[in-house]
Antibody, heavy 121, light 113 residues
Framework: EVQLVQSGAEVKKPGESLKISCKGSGYSFISYWIGWVRQMPGKGLEWMGIIYAGDSDTRYSPSFQGQVTISADRSISTTYLEWSSLKASDTAMYFC??????????????WGQGTLVTVSS | DIVMTQSPDSLAVSLGERATIQCKSSQSVLYSSNNKNYLAWYQQKPGQPPKLLIYWASTRESGVPDRFSGSGSGTDFTLTISTLQAEDVAVYYCQQYCNTPFTFGPGTKVDIK
């Protein structure tokens, strides 16, 4: 079964760092782009960026460029979303998702279950 | 960035009736070299991740019931649920994947009347 499994919920304080993960299984990890999507409480979906697992080519939304880092470790079929200094406004559900067509950045067909990040003093 | 808008913000439809959602992009998402519209539709139910329904504006994802259909080209698109079922209560999002960032619309909430 093709699936993406994300790391568990996190509660952090402002200024702390955080790295959440998304592990792919059931498919050729290095052949697909993986993206990250933010959903703030009660709000819509925001496309943050994508990474090609094969060579770690990464594209960011201007809204998130410099605010987060997307990375991948091919050896363990895992992608990451990282913050160096969290803010309260980073409180949200974060989804990883796989792009539909191998080698192509496009629509997301497989989604992780989501990781809830809460940032509060 | 390409800005996506959707209308209405919400709608309530009787069971078995048709639901229609509009999506508009601020610039064309039709790629002339392959004549494909880089437009997807997703369904999100409470507490769940989104689910891909439609891609290339009108291609139904495997396993998606045929009461869901997508149409449109260029900048104007429509998602139609031909006969609304109780399990279709959800928020529906369009997304363009023509140019990064691959922006989403704000969502349309569908309820039962």
């Amino acid at each position: 079964e093709v699936q993406l499994v994300q790391s568990g919920a996190e509660v952090k304080k402002p200024g702390e760092s955080l790295k959440i993960s998304c592990k792919g299984s059931g498919y050729s990890f290095i052949s697909y782009w993986i993206g990250w999507v933010r959903q703030m409480p009660g709000k819509g979906l925001e496309w943050m960026g994508i990474i090609y697992a094969g060579d770690s080519d990464t594209r960011y939304s201007p809204s998130f460029q410099g605010q987060v880092t997307i990375s991948a470790d091919r050896s363990i079929s895992t992608t990451y979303l990282e913050w160096s200094s969290l803010k309260a406004s980073d409180t949200a559900m974060y989804f990883c998702a796989r792009c539909l067509i191998p080698g192509t950045a496009d629509a997301f067909d497989i989604w992780g279950q989501g990781t809830l990040v809460t940032v509060s003093s | 960035d390409i800005v996506m808008t959707q209308s209405p913000d919400s709608l309530a439809v009787s069971l078995g009736e048709r639901a229609t959602i509009q999506c508009k992009s601020s610039q064309s998402v039709l790629y002339s070299s392959n004549n494909k519209n880089y437009l997807a539709w997703y369904q999100q139910k409470p507490g769940q991740p989104p689910k891909l329904l439609i891609y290339w504006a009108s291609t139904r994802e495997s396993g998606v019931p045929d009461r869901f259909s997508g149409s449109g080209s260029g900048t104007d698109f429509t998602l139609t649920i031909s006969t609304l079922q109780a399990e279709d209560v959800a928020v529906y999002y369009c997304q363009q994947y023509c140019n990064t960032p691959f922006t989403f619309g704000p969502g349309t909430k569908v309820d039962i009347k």
